[in-house]
């Protein structure tokens, strides 16, 4: 039997998404150890975060598609859609 290999990533949560990493992450990223071959989707299954919760994710600082293959030492962050901003009325002056 063939043991199964890991690799250690490091994953910053922002915004909203913070609340899925399960302690405080202000400016530390948290360190996972995952099994070789792990995607990114399958990394955001591994912290609970829903599909429609994630709208960008950064490998390395190049954005890369859910099913981008995970290596050892990457630095990933995720990003939640994001909302606000200026309304009608913001935008001309009048609040």
Known sequence: MQEEQNITVFVKLYAIL???AGVPIM???L?????AGTR???LFERLGIPDDEVKTA?????MQPPEYVLREGDHVGIFPPVGGGATEHSVCGII
Do not use: G, M
């Not at 360190?31 to 099994?35: H, S, T």
């Not at 950064?58 to 190049?62: G, L, R």
């Open 18 to 20: 913070a609340k899925y």
């Open 40 to 42: 990114l989707l399958q």
């Open 27 to 29: 400016h530390q990223p």
């Open 58 to 62: 950064f490998v390395n600082s190049t």
């Open 31 to 35: 360190r996972l150890e995952i099994p």
